[in-house]
């Protein structure tokens, strides 16, 4: 019992050590055709035609998909028990020859697979998790572990747009091994400056209400003191003072003062209230605030003519300048 209760000791303090120095976190290896892509469902459950029509882009990738055992079950609002969620989700990381994973939806529920799964999970074989929206837990998860993750399009977006969509073929080229360099128009409340750090974030509503876990929580102040970070976040159908509520827990958590950059991605499915003009409008009265850049309505969302792949736990150099937005995935 000691023995298991060091081990476990070990485990965390190696993968906070790991979030600690962005230059530790171990990038999954490049994908190579005919390699296998595990389908899952951690979260909600999926349309019934998703799985396979992003298996059809995926072979139209030149990849091998193989759908889990529970990407179509149903248990209240989950696909499935956690328990079933995470046989597939165990099965996906442990198969040696599953090279990446790709979430069918977001939804609700992946947070509840953490603490059934370990750190050791998520690390003894590092590959790809690709989602967002709900998934922004598992990527949390996956850098806490010292693995990095894929905020991107998933089953519902790659099945529907296809293989020849200029979105989805960026994720593509992440697969393969190629980083991303993004150049993205000016916005009027964007504020100049040169970041650099890892990027880490995704979903608002769903990293700030893991906050309160150290152990799995990518943004925990602990785990960030002194690291260069840039962060980026998006969210939809959140109104506005819930939003501002949730920026106001980074604020106090003390995340905003030591964050290098900020990314605001965009905001959908929303109403302006309040003698605002828009989400970012409210926002930067707060983000004003920093001394570091912040750029706007970056094209990171659930809007999928706008999800631009985004590497959690990747160094990045974040340029605003008057002409606009440079973002470059770097491999340090």
Not at 36 to 44: G, L, Q, R, V
Not at 80 to 106: F, H, M, N, S
Not at 224 to 252: A, W
Not at 294 to 305: G, I, L
Request: proline letters at 6%; aromatic letters at 8%.
């Amino acid at each position: 019992m000691k023995r298991n209760i060091l081990i476990a000791i070990i485990t965390v303090m190696a993968t906070l050590t790991a979030l600690a120095d962005g230059d530790r976190l171990t990038m999954p290896a490049p994908l190579k055709p005919g390699d296998k892509i595990a389908i899952i469902s951690p979260a909600s459950t999926p349309g019934k035609d998703n799985p396979e029509k992003a298996a059809a882009t995926l072979r139209a990738w030149g990849f091998d998909p193989v759908i889990g055992q529970h990407a179509l079950t149903r248990c209240h609002m989950y696909a499935g028990t956690i328990e079933e969620r995470c046989t597939d989700l165990r099965w996906a990381l442990e198969d040696p020859e599953i090279k990446a994973i790709v979430c069918t939806r977001g939804g609700y529920g992946s947070a509840m697979l953490l603490g059934t799964m370990t750190h050791e999970d998520f690390a003894k074989h590092p590959k790809w998790i690709v989602g967002y929206s709900d998934i922004t837990a598992l990527h949390s998860a996956m850098v806490c572990s010292g693995v990095m993750s894929l905020h991107a399009n998933m089953g519902g977006a790659l099945g529907g747009r296809g293989a020849d969509d200029s979105i989805n073929e960026i994720l593509h080229n992440v697969l393969l091994g190629t980083l991303p360099s993004y150049t993205i128009p000016k916005h009027p409340l964007n504020k100049m400056g040169t970041a650099h750090g890892i990027v880490l974030g995704g979903n608002m509503a769903v990293f700030t209400n893991i906050g309160g876990s150290r152990e799995w929580d990518f943004l925990d102040r602990d785990n960030i003191q002194g690291k260069d970070i840039i962060l980026f976040f998006e969210d939809v159908s959140e109104n506005m003072p819930r939003v501002n509520s949730m920026l106001q827990q980074l604020r106090l958590k003390g995340v905003l003062d030591q964050v290098k950059g900020i990314i605001v991605g965009r905001f959908t499915e929303y109403e302006p209230r309040d003698g605002y003009a828009d989400m970012y409008e409210m926002l930067s009265e707060t983000l004003n605030g920093y001394d570091i850049p912040v750029c706007y309505d970056f094209p990171a969302s659930h809007d999928e003519d706008w999800n631009y792949p985004m590497i959690e736990g990747c160094p990045a150099t974040l340029t605003v300048a008057p002409e606009g937005v440079t973002l470059t995935f770097e491999r340090k």
